[in-house]
């Protein structure tokens, strides 16, 4: 019987992922990425279109994101930077700077999320209104 590498364990389980079935892991990659904050915290992290993805220090992120606690901030990017989408870094001034970059994997994530940011401000208004009328009908 044949020895099977690391890598080739590796390859053939990405062509078995199937989110559908129970025991995929890639549901709980699905779990985390579905996460409010982990959209918002991606979204601050990109910059805008002329600069490109830029580094935050964890005091901008905290005020970007209004309403997110630190722990909260704290434990997202934790799961982000064990996941491989962000990469923290930390500079020995006086106080010590922390700043959060997005991965290349995390940019490839990050298109995704701000086309869902856009979705939700462009289409928020129908979404309310459609709210209103069910409330309205379910009377």
Known sequence: MPTTTAAQKRARAKLEYDAFL????????????SDKWVALILAALAGDDSTGPRSLRYSELSRRLAGVSQKMLTQT???????????????????????????????????????????????????????????????
């Open 77 to 139: 990017l934790r799961s982000l930077e064990r996941d491989g989408l962000v990469t923290r870094t930390v500079t020995p001034t006086v106080p010590v700077t922390v700043t959060y970059d997005v991965t290349d994997l995390g940019i490839s994530l990050q298109r995704v999320m701000l086309g869902l940011k856009e979705w939700a401000e462009a289409h928020m208004g129908d979404v309310l209104t459609n709210r209103e009328h069910y409330a309205t009908r379910e009377s």
């Open 22 to 33: 129970a025991g995929c892991p890639s549901r709980q990659l699905l779990d985390r990425i």
